[in-house]
């Protein structure tokens, strides 16, 4: 039977393991610059931004949702933004994703959300048709942009 819970300090080393997994799974491996410390203190201090719901069978941690808070100016409502969705291998097909997104329904709808979002790879079919069959639908229209390495430094004022 699969539980979902909110993470906990002491589950940065599986939160870890588990982010490292899924950058392999998405052809990333060395990418991985998150460590047990700054998850601990991004996701556990004193004001957390981020947060996260671990999946367990048999008391052993096979899933995680790393999700934060994002904002609609045009409904007046926050959204969660799922950053990441990880499953071990071994675990797939067991409900596991379904599990989490049951869990992150939840959590948006005790914060009164009015979506959840999330960025799937283009090649990731399987996980496109999975959430095919929760009702989700793809976001035609928008495409993902983002501002970082050396064009983010050149832009911010020293």
Do not use: K
Not at 82 to 92: F, I, N, S
Request: aromatic share 10%; proline share 3%; glycine share 8%.
């Amino acid at each position: 039977m699969v539980t979902v819970r909110p993470a906990v300090r002491g589950d940065t080393a599986e939160i870890l393991r588990m982010i490292v997994a899924l950058a392999t799974y998405e052809r990333e491996p060395d990418a991985v610059r998150a460590t047990e410390e700054s998850l601990a203190g991004l996701m556990f201090g004193e004001s957390p931004n981020v947060f996260a719901h671990i999946a367990e069978v048999d008391g052993r941690a096979v899933g995680l949702a790393v999700w934060f808070l994002n904002f609609s100016t045009w409904t007046g409502r926050h959204g969660l933004y799922l950053e990441d969705l990880y499953v071990d291998q071994g675990a797939r097909r067991m409900g596991v994703a379904r599990a989490l997104f049951r869990a992150l329904a939840a959590e948006a709808a005790r914060r009164d959300c009015g979506r959840i979002d999330w960025a799937v790879l283009d090649w990731n079919r399987d996980a496109m048709d999975f959430y095919r069959t929760l009702g989700a639908r793809r976001s035609a229209g928008w495409q993902p942009w983002r501002l970082d390495g050396a064009a983010l430094e050149r832009l911010a004022p020293d």
